[in-house]
């Protein structure tokens, strides 16, 4: 018989090896964008398409390539970054396996624009499916431009096994975040389609982590720095009462290089024990630098795991570094944490709602003032967490009016008459322990996300029939989402039915939102949902909860009158969470008079 074995032809061989490397567009991202990193760029913009399936262009302005290394630089196992064995262990370089272009370019089409900064003339190179189509020079920015258009055109399981924009838009913006942190001197921008998503200048750790995620992260920011020989642990966390009940916001850096472990994700947590509530997860953004000889990164090939030579002594040093942040910086005003041992016993002998409601009243009480705790208590015990809350709430300033007539006014209210409203955004409220500071808009948003999320659960949203029921016409994408969730935006009181293809006729809304505005509710409903969708992965209750809630709450800049705010404080503290909002913005907090009366010691 005749031999038959044969070596398989190198397209054939970098597609299968492109199944490891490029499991989806986010991973082309990635790979794209540490290139960039590795070249040395200090700005560089990520463009995609259709969550990338169309298109993924990253522009950088690195050190570029020489025309023949561009075309080096698609073979398999070609980089510049290591030379032999032994490098592997003094890594300080992103990639090093020298696969990924040539994976990448094994199932798209690939373009590629590069010039080193001292040639007059760069390069231009078309790829598809791993033949090179055709190289011309061509003028171009220094630096290097790699559009990668369709990926998996050439194989079509893999493309239908893709999943819908948001998730893949989802996994992009992951993989740019972490980038985005570990890199804070390179300025990143990512625009999806003709949205800006991100626009990040060069800058500090805390100011990158502020434009990520947003300006209330500002204040729950605390600075986390350990070191011993071995290790270096440095970054910031975030203070327990912002933990949240889903995953996503942990981001972890060995050497620069964005990590899973749950090894020393438990050393974080451990370390928050006693602080938040079980089943939440802090935010923390901690870097750990370690002399690469200790490490090996070459585990797996997208390089999330890694391999310490001593792991319990990185536990050790991640572990303290945030039970000192802790002890220092998250018990402002006014109590050392750590050495309160009856809040952790009170924390730890209660369930985890209750534990953080302990915790945000006692964090307000300074050590003279405990004896108030009891008037402010109350303010709680009106509403007992795990019963519903009784108060109706309701959805805009005029709604909140009309129930007026309708319910007694709350004892907690009734007492509490001195409210006020500044500059239509806060309204204040004496207290015993000093004075409130509500954020309207975040306050009624947290009020309507329970609401919502009630009525979803118990399908008890009350709805209002349409006058004039009003077509809507979707992409088949959204039609599909509004179907699959139909029981759930049923519950909230929409009414709809299937008015011909990808179009739906919305017969009602819920009662209390702005009726003859049942198209612009719909849609907002459904963008805002699919916005949440591509930032965090929700259960589909508590997007659709959060988005209406969002859409639907009073604004900063609506005057309210004092019934209206009586309300909202009302049911603001009948709420499961009244400190945050759904976003995890804080809804209040106190003027303690400690510190206001430090304004006046005049001697
Ligand atoms: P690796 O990054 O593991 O070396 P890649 O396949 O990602 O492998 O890249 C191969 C080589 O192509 C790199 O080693 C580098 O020399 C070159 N290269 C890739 N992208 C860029 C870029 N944006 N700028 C400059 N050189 C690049
Ligand atoms: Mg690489």
Redesign the pocket.
């Known amino acids: 018989m005749a031999d038959i074995i044969k070596l398989l032809p190198d397209s054939i061989a970098n597609q299968i090896a492109a199944g490891e490397v490029v499991q989806r567009p986010a991973s082309a991202v990635k790979?794209?964008m540490?290139?960039?990193i590795?070249?040395g760029?200090t700005s560089i913009r990520l463009i995609v398409k259709e969550a990338g399936k169309s298109l993924i262009q990253?522009i950088?302005n690195?050190?570029?390539?020489s025309e023949t290394?561009a075309r080096?630089?698609l073979e398999r196992h070609?980089?510049?970054?290591i030379r032999k064995a032994e490098d592997l262990f003094s890594l300080r370089?992103?990639?090093?396996?020298?696969?990924?272009?040539?994976?990448i370019a094994a199932v798209s089409q690939l373009e590629m624009k590069?010039r080193q900064a001292d040639r007059e003339l760069g390069t231009w190179l078309t790829v598809e499916a791993s033949e090179v189509k055709r190289q011309e020079p061509a003028a171009t920015e220094a630096?290097?431009s790699?559009s990668v258009k369709n990926l998996f055109f050439n194989i079509p399981a893999r493309r239908n096994f893709l999943k819908s924009n948001p998730v893949e838009l989802r996994h992009i913006i992951e993989e740019f975040q972490r980038l985005a942190l570990a890199y804070t001197d390179i300025a990143f921008s990512l625009i999806h389609g003709d949205e800006l998503l991100y626009d990040l200048p060069a800058g500090k750790l805390s100011h990158r982590i502020v434009h990520i995620f947003g300006k209330p992260y500002q204040e729950q920011l605390a600075p986390c720095q350990e070191e011993t020989d071995y290790v270096k642990v440095s970054g910031y966390i975030g203070k327990p009462e912002f933990a949240r009940k889903t995953r996503g916001e942990q981001f972890l850096f060995v050497n620069q290089r964005f990590i899973r472990s749950n090894y020393l994700q438990h050393a974080v947590i451990n370390a928050f024990e006693g602080l938040i509530p079980e089943n939440t997860f802090p935010f923390y953004v901690l870097f750990i630098e370690i002399n690469p000889k200790h490490i090996d990164v070459n585990v797996h090939p997208t390089k999330t795991e890694i391999k310490f030579d001593d792991e319990r002594a990185v536990y050790a040093v991640v572990r303290s570094a945030v039970r000192q942040a802790l002890g220092t910086h998250s018990l402002s005003p006014g109590i050392d944490f750590s050495e309160d041992v009856n809040i952790i016993a009170r924390l730890n002998s209660t369930d985890a709602d209750d534990a953080k409601r302990v915790y945000f009243e006692e964090r307000f009480q300074t050590t003279f003032q405990r004896s108030n705790l009891q008037h402010w208590e109350k303010l709680f015990e009106q509403h007992p967490s795990g019963t519903e809350t009784p108060i109706e709430q309701q959805l805009s300033p005029a709604e909140l009016a009309f129930l007026d007539q309708e319910k007694p006014m709350e004892e907690t209210v009734k007492r509490q008459e001195e409210l006020m409203q500044l500059h239509q955004q806060y309204i204040l409220r004496p207290v015993p322990t000093g004075l409130m500071v509500i954020h309207q808009q975040a306050a009624h948003q947290r009020i309507l996300y329970e609401k919502f999320l009630r009525h979803i659960s118990f399908n008890t949203g009350e709805s209002q029939q349409s006058l004039f029921p009003q077509a809507i016409e979707m992409n088949g994408a959204d039609f599909a989402l509004v179907l699959e969730m139909e029981s759930e935006i049923t519950a909230l009181g929409f009414r709809f039915e299937i008015f011909g293809k990808n179009t739906l006729l919305i017969n009602g809304i819920p009662a209390g939102i702005g009726a003859g505005r049942e198209k612009q509710v719909f849609e907002e409903l459904i963008e805002q949902f699919k916005s949440n969708q591509a930032i965090l992965a929700l259960p589909v209750k508590e997007n659709l909860a959060r988005a209406l809630a969002k859409r639907a709450a009073i604004k900063s800049g609506d005057k309210l009158s004092l019934e209206e705010m009586r309300h909202l404080v009302a049911n603001l503290f009948g709420c499961q969470a009244p400190g945050h909002s759904p976003d995890g913005d804080t809804t209040y907090f106190i003027f303690d008079l400690g510190k206001i009366g430090m304004y006046f010691k005049h001697n």
């Open positions: 790979e794209l540490e290139n960039a590795d070249a760029a990253v950088d690195g050190i570029g390539m290394d080096m630089s070609a980089t510049s970054k370089t992103m990639g090093f396996r020298g696969e990924a272009l040539a994976s590069t630096g290097t790699i």
